[in-house]
């Protein structure tokens, strides 16, 4: 198990913004593409964007491209997401995830390790 730790969630007014990290323990961080979902009450998760293990190369979700970054420092074994121009439809738990490998996978069952997750409420 790879424990992976989310933070930066919170409350926020629409329009605004917040930072997302995720900090994770295991080895070997630089090899391994990693991801953020997250989930909204009643709705199944969601692919949010994906990260290659060195950082080269991004897929963005529809719902948040243009409006999310997401980054990652090796050195450090962190994963960012910058979100901004948020909307009320944003609001849910956001997970961030490891990869089996350095490919980047949209559906949630291509993941190894999960965090346990950090709440965004986007009020409008």
């Known amino acids: 198990q790879v424990p992976l730790v989310e933070s930066g969630g919170g409350l926020v007014q629409a329009g605004g913004s917040l930072r997302l990290s995720c900090e994770a323990s295991?080895?070997?961080?630089?090899?391994?593409?990693m991801g953020w979902f997250r989930q909204a009450p009643g709705k199944e998760r969601e692919f949010v964007v994906g990260i290659s293990g060195r950082g080269g190369s991004t897929f963005y979700g529809l719902p948040v491209k243009g409006r999310f970054t997401i980054s990652r420092d090796n050195a450090l074994n962190t994963m960012y997401l910058q979100m901004n121009s948020l909307k009320s439809e944003d609001t849910g738990t956001y997970y961030c995830a490891q990869g089996r490998n350095n490919i980047m996978e949209l559906h949630a069952s291509a993941y190894q390790y999960w965090g346990q997750g950090t709440q965004v409420t986007v009020s409008s």
């Open positions: 295991g080895r070997n961080f630089s090899t391994y593409a």
